[in-house]
């Protein structure tokens, strides 16, 4: 299935549900409309704390952390969408995988890959300068943690869409529907402000090592 069949299947797939004749609710083993639509996007709980190295991420890329509105003329088309595929793909064939600590000297460190090394969320970070670039607003493109199978922190690039939210993620070239993904989402931005994070699980407040490492340096430069 291309890409433009995949991404009209996730937006057909609450829509149909509607069709559903009403005396099947009667049925609890069948999932009403709006859980299926519902279901297409993460539900997000209030206000977080960021991850610490986040902030020292805005501290030293403050164009990064500001709003952005979708450049003029965008629209989200299947077109646009396939710059998702396609820089998803590109990020995770150009990175080469190392830990902030063999790179950096340090538990955690964000930042956006200038010299093709980086960890989970360098990816993610490219990713996402690279999209805005494109034309796409922050709004769109938020920054994600997540436990992995065996409960590890991870961070993914979440793309906000239409047809709901997809991850973009350097442990997979394909990009899946959020609900389709093996991981438990814990945290990520807001598509209001980069700088403020939500909560994604409020039974769950625990941040995931190493991404809950305090980054002293980076949250003494915000005084």
């Given at each position: 299935?291309?890409?433009?069949?995949?991404?009209?299947?996730?937006?057909?797939?609450?829509?149909?549900a509607l069709f559903v004749s009403p005396s099947t609710w009667a049925d609890e083993s069948l999932t009403r409309p709006q859980e299926v639509i519902?279901?297409?996007?993460?539900?997000?709980?209030?206000?977080?704390?960021?991850?610490?190295?986040?902030?020292?991420?805005c501290v030293e890329n403050q164009s990064e952390c500001l709003p952005r509105s979708a450049a003029h003329g965008f629209v989200e088309t299947v077109q646009q969408l396939e710059q998702l595929d396609e820089v998803n793909l590109r990020v995770n064939r150009t990175i080469v995988p190392e830990t902030d600590i063999a790179h950096y000297g340090i538990e955690d460190y964000w930042t956006i890959p200038k010299d093709g090394k980086g960890d989970c969320e360098d990816y993610a970070l490219m990713k996402r300068h690279i999209l805005i670039s494109m034309g796409w607003p922050t709004?769109?493109?938020?920054?994600?943690?997540?436990?992995?199978?065996?409960?590890?922190?991870?961070?993914?690039?979440?793309?906000?869409?239409?047809?709901?939210?997809?991850?973009?993620?350097?442990r997979s070239n394909e990009i899946l529907p959020w609900y389709q993904t093996a991981y438990s989402f814990k945290m990520r931005q807001s598509s209001y402000n980069?700088?403020?994070?939500?909560?994604?699980?409020?039974?769950?407040?625990?941040?995931?090592?190493?991404?809950?490492?305090?980054?002293?340096?980076?949250l003494a430069h915000l005084h």
């Amino acid at each position: 299935m291309d890409i433009a069949m995949r991404y009209v299947v996730l937006m057909l797939a609450a829509p149909v549900a509607l069709f559903v004749s009403p005396s099947t609710w009667a049925d609890e083993s069948l999932t009403r409309p709006q859980e299926v639509i519902r279901s297409l996007f993460m539900h997000e709980y209030g206000p977080v704390q960021a991850p610490p190295a986040f902030y020292r991420f805005c501290v030293e890329n403050q164009s990064e952390c500001l709003p952005r509105s979708a450049a003029h003329g965008f629209v989200e088309t299947v077109q646009q969408l396939e710059q998702l595929d396609e820089v998803n793909l590109r990020v995770n064939r150009t990175i080469v995988p190392e830990t902030d600590i063999a790179h950096y000297g340090i538990e955690d460190y964000w930042t956006i890959p200038k010299d093709g090394k980086g960890d989970c969320e360098d990816y993610a970070l490219m990713k996402r300068h690279i999209l805005i670039s494109m034309g796409w607003p922050t709004s769109a493109l938020l920054m994600t943690v997540v436990r992995i199978e065996n409960g590890e922190g991870h961070a993914v690039l979440t793309a906000r869409t239409n047809y709901g939210d997809l991850i973009l993620d350097n442990r997979s070239n394909e990009i899946l529907p959020w609900y389709q993904t093996a991981y438990s989402f814990k945290m990520r931005q807001s598509s209001y402000n980069p700088k403020i994070w939500v909560d994604l699980d409020p039974t769950d407040d625990v941040l995931p090592a190493p991404i809950a490492v305090p980054d002293l340096d980076g949250l003494a430069h915000l005084h």
